[in-house]
């Protein structure tokens, strides 16, 4: 009994040291920003900041805790966008602009995590490598899609087309909702540094508790040997597809966010594309599979170090491939990682919880 | 009909070069165990080096693939050597999979320094008597003739390496059971490095052939093809070459067909939707071997 207690005491401990990293950021920066010392640059990165430590935690339910490859989570992040923006589109002054935003948050979770459901539900029966290609197809397809078509909206309903938005809607009554390649605009800007920080929080509690629960176990167990886990009359599929949604509806709160920070909601490779399912991928991995801490680090990190690079000009995307590589070598090569051990070096950032990932390796 | 056929040969060319693409990636995959994310940049830089030789410098066109090839042989090497090799023993595949992604980034903006952003028009090296050839009824390009008959030959060869070689027996072993080949004296270390010698080879074809096809050539002109030619060697079942090849070819024709027929922007999903409906019904793609997993 004693053990036990002990346990959930450094659980619990554990977690708060990451709720209250993210609340130390908060004040740091807050601090930092009355003194005028943010540069206007990094003012304007501190929503994005949040946004991608929100997909970094989203992504870690599905390949850290759940240990199954996506690279297609931009795309639930674009549902969860689109979605946000079209609700707070139509609804304009018609509500305070903080109600109609949490509102919007809360349909852009909905909506990603439906749209999780339904892509789990086909293809949670694969696995390994043949799971990350479908779920890059998928982003891709909700991408392309959306990048296509036109939707109107007028005295008649709704109308879509896949060509142009010419006569699509009636000339007076009618609003183009998506104008194709030219995406939404005008979306109203709510985002703010102190709601992200809030929905970092709150995406933190959500992964956090699952992890610690019952069904967090039964979902860890599927990780470690899923035919164990089965012979023990553990649900696969459902803990498979509870994994999966619920980091489908906290990338659309993501999504959610990026939206209303943007003037233009465009759904271009370079938003909402695999570059991106990948980018978050590399938060994760380099964070430490299934370490959400360190997963917000690395997102933060590997956010900022193009801007701290920026004196570099032209070679600062290659100075950044390159400490991406070098990176990943200290932090996953045996030989060094026994050196850093035996150093004591690294801390939390590159400390492994397990060897997550795909089995027989 | 002859529109019909013409695109299907139009696919049927394009689906050759994603074949050659994908042989790159499958084969590396059946024995690194790994996916190259930057076996599509590979192209690109295969793509920039023979630009560069044959329309800077005019060497001859033969010479100017071949050295093309000779630069990405040694690039793989290189990459493999210095980014890879590190973390194959790091117990996660994951971890060399984000490293691969790394390098990808280092070649696209390596590109972006040495060549710029600018888009550079790439000459077509098919001499300019065959660019158009009447078959019969059909009208066809020169390069598609070229580039089927090149993915051919290429896999006519690698079959015969593979099959009747040493080294091809080598790799075999290796991608069947590394521990094992390695205890019956198969230096892993070297097939590997040769594996990705031979993919990184075939990709700067692959990339020349490519930029004959359609000449935009920019530092991110091989990510897209390489992520749909990963997405072809999934389709004909990972670490099979017969499967990349049959996975090349019907993404190809699929591609073609539904950017004529349905539409431009959204071909990509058809290709992708495909994808993903043949999965479902093949969980390990077309040729893929079911493994039973043993408790």
């Known amino acids: 009994m004693k053990e036990r207690a002990a346990l959930i005491d450094r659980t619990s401990r554990n977690d708060f040291v990451t709720y209250g990293m993210v609340i130390a950021a908060f004040v740091i920066v807050q601090i930092l920003s009355s003194m005028g010392v943010l540069t206007n640059q990094l003012q304007g990165l501190l929503v994005p900041l949040c946004v991608y430590a929100i997909m970094a935690v989203s992504l870690n339910l599905v390949v850290g805790i759940l240990g199954e490859l996506s690279i297609g989570h931009a795309g639930f992040m674009c549902v969860g966008a689109f979605v946000s923006a079209l609700f707070s589109n139509q609804v304009g002054g018609g509500m305070p602009s903080l109600l109609r935003f949490i509102i919007a948050i809360l349909l852009g979770g909905i909506f990603a995590g439906i749209f999780g459901f339904l892509i789990g539900v086909p293809v949670l029966r694969l696995n390994g490598d043949y799971l990350a290609i479908v779920t890059l197809a998928f982003g891709e397809i909700i991408k392309n899609i959306i990048n296509a078509v036109y939707i109107g909206i007028d005295g008649r309903g709704l109308h879509a087309s896949l060509t142009s938005a010419n006569k699509l809607v009636d000339a007076e009554t009618g609003v183009i909702l998506i104008n194709g390649p030219q995406g939404i605009t005008g979306t109203p800007r709510d985002s703010s540094f102190l709601i992200g920080i809030l929905l970092l929080l709150v995406s933190l509690v959500i992964a956090l508790n699952l992890t610690h629960s019952r069904d967090g176990r039964a979902i860890m167990s599927i990780r470690d040997n899923h035919i164990a886990a089965e012979s023990v009359g553990i649900n696969i599929t459902k803990y498979k597809l509870t994994a999966f949604t619920l980091s489908a509806v906290i990338a659309g709160f993501a999504g959610a966010l990026y939206a209303h920070n943007l003037a233009t909601l465009t759904a271009t490779s370079a938003r909402f594309g695999y570059n991106m399912s990948i980018m978050f991928l590399v938060f994760v991995v380099l964070g430490g599979i299934g370490n959400f801490r360190g997963g917000i680090i690395a997102a933060v990190l590997l956010t900022l170090i193009p801007e701290l690079l920026r004196f570099l000009s032209n070679y600062r995307m290659l100075i950044y491939a390159i400490i991406l590589i070098v990176m990943m070598i200290i932090s996953w090569n045996p030989a060094s990682r026994a050196f850093m051990e035996k150093h004591r070096l690294g801390g939390h950032l590159f400390k492994k919880k397990n060897t997550a990932g795909k089995e027989g390796e | ?295």
């Open chain 2, 1 to 295: 009909m002859v529109t019909f056929i013409e695109n299907l040969i139009n696919g049927l060319s394009m689906g050759s070069i994603y074949a050659i693409i994908a042989i790159g990636y499958t084969m590396v995959y059946g024995i690194a165990k790994m996916l190259n994310f930057a076996h599509g940049d590979i192209i690109m830089v295969g793509s920039y080096a023979a630009f560069i030789m044959i329309s800077t410098l005019g060497v001859p066109v033969p010479l100017g693939i071949l050295g093309s090839v000779i630069i990405c042989l040694c690039l793989g090497i290189m990459i493999e050597k210095i980014a890879y090799k590190p973390l194959r023993n790091a117990g996660s595949p994951l971890a060399v999979l984000i490293t691969a992604i790394g390098v990808s980034y280092f070649l696209q903006n390596g590109a972006m320094l040495v060549f710029g952003s600018n888009t550079k028009s790439f000459t077509s090296v098919i001499p300019a008597s065959i660019q158009t050839m009447q078959i019969g009824p059909f009208q066809v390009r020169g390069i598609a003739v070229v580039s089927i008959l090149t993915s051919l030959i290429l896999v006519g060869i690698l079959q015969t390496f593979i099959g009747k070689t040493r080294p091809g027996q080598a790799m075999l072993a290796c991608s069947q059971d590394r521990a094992a080949a390695s205890l019956m004296g198969i230096s892993v270390n070297n097939t590997i490095t040769l594996t990705f010698a031979i993919g990184s080879a075939m990709a700067a074809i692959a990339g020349v052939l490519m930029c004959s096809y359609s000449p935009a050539l920019t530092p991110t002109t091989g990510a897209m093809p390489g992520i749909k030619a990963f997405t072809a060697a999934v389709f004909g079942g990972i670490g099979s070459i017969p499967g990349a090849m049959v996975g090349g070819l019907v993404l190809g024709i699929i591609e073609q067909l539904s950017k004529y027929y349905i539409s431009q922007q959204v071909s990509d999903a058809i290709v992708f939707g495909v994808l993903i409906i043949i999965l479902l019904v093949k969980p390990t793609g077309l040729f893929g071997k079911v493994i039973q997993e043993k408790v």
